[in-house]
């Protein structure tokens, strides 16, 4: 396996260029709820219960 290391000014410049790029998709919207990707056969099972009653 042969590793190439970047230089580390275009690594970071390569990062940050990624994390700008998705900054605006991802985090944009918040539940509130810490919860929801542990819980979400419980949370999505109470709310067909809700809308079944």
Known sequence: ????RLDQKL???INNT???L???LFGK???GLGNLSSDR???IKS?????RT
């Open 1 to 4: 396996m042969i590793t190439l």
């Open 11 to 13: 690594e970071k410049q």
């Open 18 to 20: 990624a994390r700008n």
């Open 22 to 24: 998705g900054e605006d």
């Open 29 to 31: 919207y918040s539940s």
């Open 41 to 43: 056969k419980e949370l």
């Open 47 to 51: 709310k067909i219960r809700t809308k």
